[in-house]
């Protein structure tokens, strides 16, 4: 599918600030991409349709979840989970993606999981560091993600896993698990 043509199906999904937001993502994801050695047009596909399910009513998002054979301890968590699943899915049958990098980066770019590949890790990290983002600590994790991605992915995913627990909000599993991984990674 060409940019143009994802752009199209995306932009009716999103409001304009979630539009611009994924237009500085598809622009990260590029950048990341070819400093890494990822394939930019797999980065830039996800990259446009990461938050293709963000404003889906939470009723058909709940049905997906439970219904797709999602893992149920989702529907236990902060709703802003499950766009990414569910956006995987709705890509797939919406927008007749089929690419499993593609869609695994779309599904796991709010979570993370253990063994993230490349591509999903630059999703997650571009979503995390695009221009339009302006929070504590964004700026490191910016500055890092220049020299080496699976830091600044710690760091990304540190600083939200602290932030959460400001909060006083839960924490999905599959976020600590990300962390560990990646911390067990860096020190073998």
């Not at 219904?67 to 899915?89: C, K």
Request: hydrophobic share 45%.
């Amino acid at each position: 599918m060409e940019r143009e043509e994802a752009l199209k199906l995306v932009k009716v999904q999103l409001t304009e600030h979630r539009y611009q937001h994924t237009l500085g993502v598809m622009e990260t994801a590029v950048s990341l991409a070819r400093m890494y050695g990822a394939d930019e047009q797999k980065a830039e596909l996800a990259a446009i349709f990461h938050d293709y399910a963000k404003f889906r009513p939470k009723d058909e998002m709940r049905a997906i979840i439970a219904n797709q054979g999602f893992p149920q301890d989702l529907l236990e968590f902060n709703a802003e989970l499950w766009h990414a699943p569910v956006g995987a899915y709705l890509v797939e049958k919406e927008a007749g993606i089929t690419d499993r990098e593609i869609l695994d980066a779309i599904r796991y770019h709010t979570s993370g999981r253990i063994g993230m590949t490349l591509l999903e890790k630059i999703i997650y990290l571009a979503d995390y560091i695009e221009p339009g983002r302006h929070f504590p600590g964004v700026d490191e994790v910016r500055a890092i993600a220049k020299v080496n991605l699976n830091q600044a992915l710690i760091k990304a995913v540190q600083n939200t896993i602290l932030f959460l627990l400001k909060k006083n909000q839960t924490v999905y599993p599959d976020t600590f698990y990300t962390y560990n991984d990646l911390i067990k990674k860096l020190e073998a």
